[in-house]
């Protein structure tokens, strides 16, 4: 991050926003926004959102799997496969 290239204040947003959205879909670098000297918000473009919303659901995902795997709450593979196996079949002959 570039701080002076990457914080603008609402203002500068406001009269500038097309070049901001070309700057940050370009870049890929997001911009935060300030308003009154404090931020308020960032500029992101829909790619590196995106992204960042699948990165936060893998982390979820493993968060959720450590606590089942310090629970015991765990299946063996050759189990489940084995089930999944059996419906198939049973699924199959109806």
Excluded: C, W
């Amino acid at each position: 991050m570039n701080f002076s290239e990457d914080i603008k204040p609402i203002s500068y947003i406001k009269t500038n926003a097309a070049d901001m959205l070309k700057r940050v879909n370009e870049t890929h670098n997001p911009i935060v926004i300030t308003q009154n000297g404090e931020t308020k918000a960032v500029l992101l473009d829909t790619e590196s959102y995106q992204d960042m919303r699948n990165s936060l659901g893998i982390l979820k995902l493993l968060t959720e799997s450590e606590k089942d795997i310090e629970n015991r709450s765990i299946h063996d593979q050759n189990e489940v496969f084995k089930e999944i196996e059996e419906k198939l079949i049973k699924n199959n002959k109806t």
